[in-house]
């Protein structure tokens, strides 16, 4: 089973910016697609961006225009670029690799505050 490990989480102002980074122990292009996900308290997780093996990329409504999803193969790492930070973006964001099924981090907390 593929390890991801992600990092760059913390606490930042409202309207600032923060870039979270997926290492994987595998070729992530083995997978069909690599994304995004976030889980703030007491709600479910939901899908925040997506990239598939070919590059297409598929955001959230209310992420979109605010953060970039990139990936590079050679480092096999998958990067969230998020600018123009809400409050409502304060969640633990999971990395998560889908193939047959789906494989999760551990997630990192971001926190933006008001």
């Known amino acids: 089973q593929v390890q991801l490990v992600e990092s760059g989480g913390g606490l930042v102002q409202a309207g600032g910016s923060l870039r979270l980074s997926c290492a994987a122990s595998e070729s992530i292009f083995r997978f069909n697609a690599m994304g995004w996900s976030r889980q703030a308290p007491g709600k479910q997780r939901e899908p925040v961006a997506t990239?598939?093996?070919?590059?297409?990329?598929i955001y959230a409504d209310s992420v979109k225009g605010r953060f970039t999803i990139s990936r590079d193969n050679a480092k096999n790492t998958v990067s969230l670029q998020m600018n123009s930070l809400k409050p409502e973006d304060t969640a633990v964001y999971y990395c998560?690799?889908?193939?047959?099924?789906?494989?999760w981090g551990q997630g990192t907390q971001v926190t933006v505050s008001s």
């Open positions: 990239i598939t093996s070919g590059g297409s990329t």
């Open positions: 998560v690799a889908m193939s047959k099924g789906l494989n």
